[in-house]
């Protein structure tokens, strides 16, 4: 029974810093007055819903990398 309590109380105690932590949050983004930083935020609200599979067929095919990178690499100033 005294370890049921136990695990209850530490339970609550991290709801607690939970519930502490997000109301810290809440604050500080309800201080904000710059727009580019609200739009950071909102970007990373964006990118909790991230599905790697879906990115990942948008990316770059080999190919498409390394002919990238060759025509950034002919724009570089060589000369020193």
Not at 19 to 43: F, P
Request: charged share 30%; no cysteine.
């Amino acid at each position: 029974m005294e370890k049921i309590k136990l695990v209850t109380l530490s339970l609550n105690s991290i709801q607690m810093e939970i519930v502490a932590q997000k109301k810290e949050i809440i604050n500080w983004i309800l201080s904000i007055e710059d727009q580019a930083v609200l739009n950071e935020i909102e970007m990373l609200k964006k990118q909790a819903s991230f599905n790697f599979d879906e990115e990942f067929k948008k990316g770059l095919t080999t190919d498409q990398f390394r002919t990238a990178i060759k025509e950034r690499i002919k724009t570089y100033n060589w000369k020193r």
